[in-house]
């Protein structure tokens, strides 16, 4: 597992010798058009990308034909609906077995919770899938998704402690210990500490360091899916329900991990 990136979090570790520029570039503009869902003109993107207003054009048009890149009545360039084959055979490639959604939403309408899949894959932490319940806050950063936040939810929490230290150190380093409350651990060592005492209970959890008013658990899977399993919870009803939480999270991962099916189980 390649974990070890670049600046860009996206990239590889390091720049191969035999780089295609002209492959590089394309991306690049992919990548641009992505962060600007109003669409940009070819001058802009050339500006963007560093690169010649004639190679921009040809590669804008190499990227038409193929259709990862579309162009507006206005002439602004967007991107294609070829991405979006492309991102359902990628979410298809991460999946795990066809039961795996239905143990969620099982765990989902037992506990009232909403509960939630991370998954490594390359150098990203992923949110793959997401169930949400009536009685845990909504929380828009947690749909599925890269995330950045590993090191102050629960479900990074449990998918660091799951990398080799010196994996997770290069990790964190590119990302940073960005604190989004006052309890958000920023430290490396302390978060050394708590990942230690977290993975020796191999249960995961999180007390308002992401965001204030809301705890988390997760615990891992192992199996055909590597990942984590997750809840969130408002702090008053975690503070009434967090072992019996836990527990069906407990069994819920070793089911899936076992490949039982959960859900038939437990009518």
């Known amino acids: 597992m390649d974990i070890l990136g670049a600046s860009d979090p996206h990239r590889s570790a390091s720049r191969p010798s035999d780089l295609n ?26 500006q963007r ?13 190499t990227l038409r034909y193929e259709g990862y890149v579309g162009q507006r009545p206005g002439g602004r360039y967007v991107l294609g609906t070829k991405i979006v084959s492309r991102f359902r055979d990628f979410m298809a490639a991460i999946a795990g077995p066809p039961n795996l959604h239905s143990v ?15 998954q490594l894959t390359g150098n990203q932490l992923i949110v793959t899938d997401v169930v949400e319940g009536p009685y845990s806050p909504h929380l828009e950063e947690l749909m599925v998704h890269f995330e950045d936040s590993a090191h102050a939810t629960a479900l990074g929490k449990a998918l660091l402690w799951s990398l080799p230290g010196r994996h997770r150190r290069a990790y964190l380093g590119e990302r940073g210990l960005r604190r989004f409350t006052t309890a958000t ?10 990942l230690h005492e977290l ?13 204030r008013d809301v705890c988390c658990g ?4 192992t199996g055909k899916t590597r990942g984590a399993i997750g809840v969130s919870c408002g702090v008053e009803r975690w503070r009434q329900l967090a072992p019996t ?23």
């Open 199 to 211: 993975g020796r209970r191999q249960l995961f959890t999180e007390h308002e360091q992401y965001r």
């Open 185 to 194: 651990v920023t430290d490396s060592e302390k978060l050394d500490d708590e």
């Open 245 to 267: 939480l836990t527990h069906q999270l407990r069994l819920a991962a070793a089911d899936v991990s076992s490949g039982y099916n959960w859900q038939t189980a437990n009518r």
């Open 21 to 46: 520029r002209s492959a590089s570039r394309a991306l690049r503009i992919i990548d641009e058009l992505g962060k600007h869902p109003d669409g940009l003109t070819a001058r802009r993107i050339a």
């Open 49 to 61: 990308c560093e690169c010649n207003l004639a190679t921009t054009y040809h590669l804008i048009r």
């Open 218 to 221: 997760a615990v891992l899977v």
């Open 104 to 118: 969620l939403q099982e765990l989902a309408r037992t506990t009232g919770q909403s509960i939630y899949l991370s």
